[in-house]
């Protein structure tokens, strides 16, 4: 098995992957995130979910979008992917075992009224979030890691795809 700084570049650079599938815009970001997930502490994570800015319909962010995707998974599918777990596994139960991976920081103010992430991730429960480069203050202030500490979620700044993570987020720029 990779050593665990390893494994989690590799998530993040899954994470870069969805963020270069947004959409880009001059007003916002464009962001990518991987929930992973494992109930065994020694198997290897599986991944849960996907997600990228603006992929559902609205103004949406990345990490919202995987939270939605991941809740929208079949039972069948859980089985599938966590073949360990009791068959009546629920997801919002496995988000309590998940760990999020988001290239940019996660939100915690929407001038557009909708929920910032951070307290999306924080309602779920997530054990970890693992960040690729604070937000910059292109729009607005960002106290979304501030706030996961806070709340008792485990952050932790991955280092060395600051750059690239920023250089994705600001593609429409
Ligand atoms: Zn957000």
């Keep these: 098995m990779l050593p665990d700084s ?14 270069r599938k947004c959409e880009p815009t001059p007003t916002a970001f464009c ?6 997930a494992h109930l065994i502490e ?8 996907r997600g990228y800015s603006r992929e559902l319909p609205g103004n949406t962010h990345a990490e919202a979008n995987a939270l939605t995707k ?11 992917l966590f073949p360990s777990s009791p068959p009546e596994i ?3 139960e496995l988000l309590t075992h ?10 915690s103010v929407r001038t557009s009224g909708l929920s910032p992430c951070a307290n999306a991730i924080i309602a779920a429960n997530i054990c970890r979030c ?6 910059p203050d292109d729009f607005v202030k960002c106290e979304g890691a501030q706030r996961l500490n806070t ?19 600001r593609r429409g720029h």
């Excluded at 020694?42 to 979910?49: D, K, M, T």
């Design 6 to 19: 390893d494994i989690h570049l590799d998530f993040l650079r899954l994470a870069l992957a969805e963020a």
């Design 31 to 36: 962001v990518g995130c991987v929930i992973t």
């Design 42 to 49: 020694s198997e290897r994570p599986v991944i849960l979910a």
């Design 70 to 80: 991941a809740r929208q998974l079949s039972q069948e599918k859980l089985h599938q």
């Design 90 to 92: 629920s997801v919002d």
């Design 98 to 107: 998940a760990d999020i991976y988001t290239t940019m920081e996660p939100c």
């Design 130 to 135: 693992f960040i690729g480069v604070g937000e």
């Design 151 to 169: 709340a008792g979620i485990k952050v932790i700044w991955v280092k060395g795809l600051e750059n690239e993570c920023l250089e994705v987020a």
